[in-house]
């Protein structure tokens, strides 16, 4: 079955990083792009961007740019996203989830998401 | 402020029809489908409706949209105190190339 697990919860201090893994099973990894949402505490999802798993290439949504970085090992079917110079505002739930290269076409729907992990940035 | 302006909340009793709204503008809904998404406390968003008001397997057909110019909403019939959630819409924004949501609205089953 279609799976897409996370890593888990991560408590960060202030100016450190942290990368978060989205593990995919279930499917054919090279026919789907994994895009990442951000949803802070209490408040509504927000699109980071998304990277292509054929060619690698990252595409982050407006201010996502910059500590924010997308990347992948096929080997091991694992999207990752790594966040630098973490701030107390980077507090919130990371979700991957995957999309079939159909958004600009029409059709833009993300239809499996891994768990969610969880990433508090406190000193 | 989300591109996609949704309720923030909505109420009904067990039993009944809800809708919640999505308005948009030209560059998305007006051509694009909306997706739903139901969100159910503390766990992750789950894809509900997508394209043409289709279901992915196991959603049951209470659940229902329609679109029209640069609207879209999302029917919920027969409503069921396991429907409490959070609901997203969602679609691709051809202006800013990017996948927009909704803020979300909160369905409470009275």
């Known amino acids: 079955q279609v799976q897409l697990v996370q890593s888990g919860s991560e408590l960060k201090k202030p100016g450190a990083s942290v990368k978060v893994s989205c593990k995919a099973s279930?499917?054919?990894?090279?026919?789907?792009?994994i895009n990442w949402m951000r949803q802070a505490p209490g408040q509504g999802l927000e699109w980071m961007g998304w990277?292509?798993?054929?060619?690698?290439?990252?595409a982050y949504a407006h201010g996502f740019t910059g500590r924010f970085v997308f990347s992948l090992d096929t080997s091991v079917t694992t999207a990752y996203l790594e966040i630098t110079s973490l701030k107390a505002e980077d507090t919130a739930m990371y979700y991957c989830?995957?999309?079939?290269?159909?958004?600009?076409?029409?059709?833009?729907?993300?239809?499996?998401w891994g768990q969610g992990t969880l990433v508090t940035v406190s000193s | 402020q989300s591109v996609l302006t949704q309720p923030p909340s909505v109420s009904a009793a067990p039993g009944q029809k809800v809708t919640i709204s999505c308005s948009g503008s030209?560059?998305?809904?007006?051509?694009?489908?909306v997706s739903w998404y139901q969100q159910l406390p503390g766990t992750a968003p789950k894809l509900l409706i997508y394209?043409?008001?289709r279901r992915p397997s196991g959603i049951p057909d209470r659940f229902s949209d329609s679109k029209s110019g640069t609207s879209a909403t999302l029917g919920i019939t027969a409503l069921q105190t396991g429907d409490e959630a959070d609901y997203y819409c969602?679609?691709?924004?051809?202006?800013?190339?990017?996948?927009?949501f909704g803020g979300g609205t909160k369905l409470t089953v009275l």
């Open positions: 030209s560059s998305n809904i007006g051509d694009h489908y």
């Open positions: 990277i292509n798993t054929n060619t690698g290439n990252p």
């Open positions: 279930g499917f054919t990894f090279a026919s789907y792009a």
């Open positions: 969602g679609t691709w924004d051809s202006s800013l190339s990017a996948v927009v």
């Open positions: 989830a995957r999309e079939s290269y159909l958004c600009s076409t029409g059709t833009c729907y993300l239809d499996y």
């Open positions: 394209g043409n008001n």
